[in-house]
């Protein structure tokens, strides 16, 4: 599946700028009618994860949901059945 990357800086304002969020729903749009799926990075408040899933973003990473791990700490987590 191709991904689509939506930015740090631009999912960071995205609770402030009402022109963010529109810019975030458009490339979502835009992403989905080619078949593509969306991941946003930057994701750093309960109301941007809340929001993402609403505008059709399937993906999100940061610091919020988790801070880097190694392999091996991504396969300890697997197996206790802790990742989505």
Known sequence: MSLLQI??????????????????????????????????????????LARMPELGCGFVQDFYLSRPVTGGEVSALLDAGSLL
Request: glycine share 10%; no cysteine.
């Open 7 to 48: 930015r740090r800086s631009l999912a960071a304002q995205f609770d402030e700028e009402p022109r963010d969020i529109a810019i975030v729903a458009a490339t979502i749009d835009l992403a989905h009618a080619l078949g593509w799926g969306v991941v946003a990075h930057g994701v750093e408040t309960a109301g941007q």
